[in-house]
Nanobody, 123 residues
Framework: QVQLVESGGGLVQVGGSLRLSCATS????????MGWFRQAPGKEREFVAA????????YYSASVKGRFTISRDNAKSTLYLQMNSMKPEDTTVYYC????????????????WGQGTQVTVSS
C-alpha cells in the first residue's frame, strides 16, 4: 500500500520559514518524480515545485522561485520543501505527490498523493 504523509505545516509570520516533509512508503521512491502542489478552497490544484527521480532537475512555479527549495533524500524515501520569505498568498493546503511524466509540473502526471498539510502565513 502506497502512502505519502506530509508534515511540517503550521502558522508562520510574513517573511518567516517553514520546512515541509513528505514521508513515503510502499513505492520505489528512487524511481518516481516528486512534486509539491497547493490548493486553496474553490480553486484548482496548482503546481509549486518538482524534482526528478535522479535529482538532476528541479522545477518551480514563478510565484515561489527564489523563495522555495525542493529536495529529496532517496535513502529515507522523503521529500522536502523549504519555504523562505513567506507571503500571505502562500496560505493554503500543500500536497506532495509521486508520479512519472515528462514535464513533472502537471497534476495529471502524478499518481499518488498525500492528504495535505495546512500552511498559514499571518501578516
Amino acid at each position: 500500500q502506497v502512502q505519502l504523509v506530509e508534515s511540517g505545516g503550521g502558522l508562520v509570520q510574513v517573511g518567516g520559514s517553514l520546512r515541509l516533509s513528505c514521508a513515503t512508503s510502499g513505492l520505489p521512491f528512487n524511481n518516481y518524480n516528486m512534486g509539491w502542489f497547493r490548493q486553496a478552497p474553490g480553486k484548482e490544484r496548482e503546481f509549486v515545485a518538482a524534482i526528478r527521480w535522479s535529482s538532476e532537475s528541479t522545477y518551480y512555479s514563478a510565484s515561489v522561485k527564489g523563495r522555495f527549495t525542493i529536495s529529496r533524500d532517496n535513502a529515507k524515501s522523503t521529500l522536502y520543501l523549504q519555504m523562505n520569505s513567506m507571503k500571505p498568498e502562500d496560505t493554503t493546503v500543500y500536497y506532495c505527490a509521486a508520479g512519472r511524466g515528462p514535464s513533472s509540473t502537471r497534476v495529471s502526471e502524478y499518481i499518488y498523493w498525500g492528504q495535505g498539510t495546512q500552511v498559514t502565513v499571518s501578516s
